[in-house]
């Protein structure tokens, strides 16, 4: 039985009652299926490394698009529930801390990915300077995991707050992939200044 609190919240975010009822673990799940409609980021079989990854909502979304042919990689510093979809592995590792390519890359047996998604965010202290200053290092980490990770040609979606740091990181993107754009999904919090770079056409 959903409990009272879980109910008045439910009212008030229909996205997270929509992925209880789909199976999904959270309402990030339609971050990825909105993104892939809108940039058609992934097909059937591809390879895709989440950094940040846990409950799990993108990863079963992107099981669901990669399909069985495909793999998908969820990387998070929390120990994830045992997933029922057979092509998602987990890893727990801190990625400011731990060897996450190679791990990764042990994993792949030196594939790279297709895509490559950050949703990494640190817990949020409400003082502005210091949750940007941790997001922009997760972030920063992120975008150096995907140099390595990510195949030539292939994408990067990654999670950004508006700040005078995320104009320096559209800079280093836009050295790297053929085209950058800015994803606002539709499930974002009202609250959250977040947002998405979508990278495309890594150029090496
Ligand atoms: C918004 S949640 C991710 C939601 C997830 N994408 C989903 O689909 O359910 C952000 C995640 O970033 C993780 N995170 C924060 N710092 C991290 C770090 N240094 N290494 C790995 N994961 C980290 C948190 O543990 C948290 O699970």
């Known amino acids: 039985m959903p409990t009272r609190r879980w109910i008045d919240e439910a009212k008030r975010d229909p996205y997270r009652r929509r992925a209880r009822e789909e199976g999904y ?43 069985p042919e495909g793999l998908v990689v969820a990387v998070d510093v929390r120990e994830f529930k ?19 390519i190679g791990e990764v890359l042990r994993i792949l047996d030196g594939r790279r990915a297709d895509l490559l998604i950050s949703d990494a965010s640190p817990s949020f202290t409400g003082i502005r300077e210091i949750d940007i200053a941790r997001q922009y290092e997760l972030a920063l980490r992120s975008y150096e995991i995907a140099r390595s990770l ?14 005078e740091e995320a104009i320096e990181l559209a800079e280093k993107l ?30 090496r």
């Open 150 to 163: 990510v195949r030539r040609d292939g994408s990067l979606m990654l999670k950004a707050f508006d700040s």
């Open 174 to 203: 836009r050295r790297d992939y053929a085209v950058v754009k800015r994803f606002v999904p539709r499930a974002k919090k009202k609250t959250s200044s977040e947002f998405y770079f979508i990278a495309m056409g890594k150029l």
């Open 25 to 67: 673990r959270s309402r990030a799940a339609y971050k990825l299926e909105e993104a892939q409609r809108r940039f058609g980021l992934l097909k059937r079989g591809d390879i895709v490394v989440e950094l940040g990854a846990w409950p799990g909502g993108m990863a079963q979304a992107a099981s669901r698009i990669v399909g």
């Open 82 to 100: 045992p997933f029922e979809e057979e092509n998602i592995i987990t890893l727990q590792l801190d990625i400011l801390e731990d060897d996450v």
